[in-house]
């Protein structure tokens, strides 16, 4: 059974800092392209990042690039999204996703998605 865990959400100030985590199982997590997406309050999903197999390759939407970062450690079976400079817009639920075998451009397709783990940036 494929599951997937976020993690590390929460109250930040704007300008502050928070690191998102996202724990697989039930698959070959070093295999797959994996993905954050978010969904704001009122709005439609929003795809954040992706990062390839091995972690050397990564893409982000313009609304995040230069302050998140992405990174995999598939020894751990696990994903990141390190959020720097939060402002009020990063405020969504933030959801780890499996890419799809095949997708490898934006729009991506998903098979697999987490819970959601809530981050809310305001003072």
């Known amino acids: 059974q494929v599951q997937l865990v976020e993690s590390g959400g929460g109250l930040v100030q704007p300008g502050g800092s928070l690191r998102l985590s996202c724990a697989a199982s039930?698959?070959?997590?070093?295999?797959?392209?994996m993905s954050w997406v978010r969904q704001a309050p009122g709005k439609g999903p929003e795809w954040v990042s992706v990062?390839?197999?091995?972690?050397?390759?990564?893409r982000y939407a313009d609304s995040v690039k230069g302050r998140f970062t992405i990174s995999r450690d598939n020894a751990k079976n696990t994903l990141y999204l390190q959020m720097n400079s939060l402002k009020p817009g990063d405020t969504a639920l933030y959801y780890c996703?499996?890419?799809?075998?095949?997708?490898?451009?934006?729009?991506?397709?998903?098979?697999?998605w987490g819970q959601g783990t809530q981050v809310t940036v305001s003072s």
């Open positions: 996703a499996r890419v799809k075998s095949g997708s490898y451009y934006y729009p991506y397709e998903y098979d697999y």
């Open positions: 039930g698959f070959t997590f070093s295999r797959y392209y």
């Open positions: 990062i390839m197999t091995g972690g050397g390759s990564t």
